[in-house]
């Protein structure tokens, strides 16, 4: 967790390799999560208002393709990191 006035500085220090994407509208559609959260008890992060997603790194050291970083806020003082990782 985040607390909620750190999440810029949070995402500019991951160095994203693209701007930030802040989706203030849930996605609507439906979809096959790539990387569920469910198991973990949490909510999908692409159902969440105000999410703000950010590619770090493409391709990464090692085996890694892809990493990406998302950001939804949980109450007023909070923020949850999401870390999705692609190889």
Request: some cysteine.
């Amino acid at each position: 967790m985040v607390p909620s006035g750190d999440v810029d500085g949070f995402l500019a220090g991951m160095d994203p390799e693209e701007p930030v994407e802040e989706r203030a509208v849930p996605f609507a559609g439906e979809s096959v999560p790539a990387a569920p959260f469910g198991h973990l008890g949490l909510p999908e992060p692409v159902g969440l208002p105000g999410l703000r997603t950010a590619q770090v790194c493409a391709p990464c050291d090692d085996d890694l393709n892809a990493l990406h970083v998302a950001v939804a806020a949980i109450d007023g003082g909070r923020s949850r990191v999401y870390v999705k990782g692609v190889d």
